[in-house]
């Protein structure tokens, strides 16, 4: 599974404002809601509850939320690069300022975590952060998350 299987070019933003974590998930939510065709309140729900569980950040300012909701026929990425870093309850403490979120369908099983594992490859090594972080331009962003040395990190 590539990232490219995950998101489009419209599920990529830049810019995304917030003072901590739950304002971020409810922009996050407003987009994504565009992008799948859900509820923005169901899939904040869906990431608040998730994050109660245990934070979705993942350290070197990088944050992951996640989860299954009800009506998704396919799972759905979006990426976000915060205008600013913010509290996100990570595991090293650090502030998020990329953040990949992955909505699955209910009975997605295995492909719920295939997709996880894959998204959590493509910021194992801080090249692609790096990156990230030097353009806010979301077609650039797309690309840089896209390529092929990105599809095939391991």
Partial sequence: MTVAALI????????IKGNGKKQVLQELSLHLARV???SDR????????????GTTGVGQGIAIPHGRIAGLDRLV????????????DALDGEPVDLVF???APEDAG??????????????RGPAVAQKLRQTEDPAALYAILTADNASRAA
């Fill in 8 to 15: 489009t070019p419209e599920s990529v933003v830049a810019g």
């Fill in 101 to 103: 979120v992955l909505l």
């Fill in 110 to 123: 295995a492909d719920h975590l295939q997709a996880l594992a894959r998204v959590a490859r493509l910021f």
């Fill in 77 to 88: 990425g979006l990426f976000a690069r915060l205008s600013r870093p913010v509290d996100f």
């Fill in 36 to 38: 799948s065709g859900l």
């Fill in 42 to 53: 169901a899939i904040f729900e869906t990431l608040l509850q998730r994050e109660r569980l």
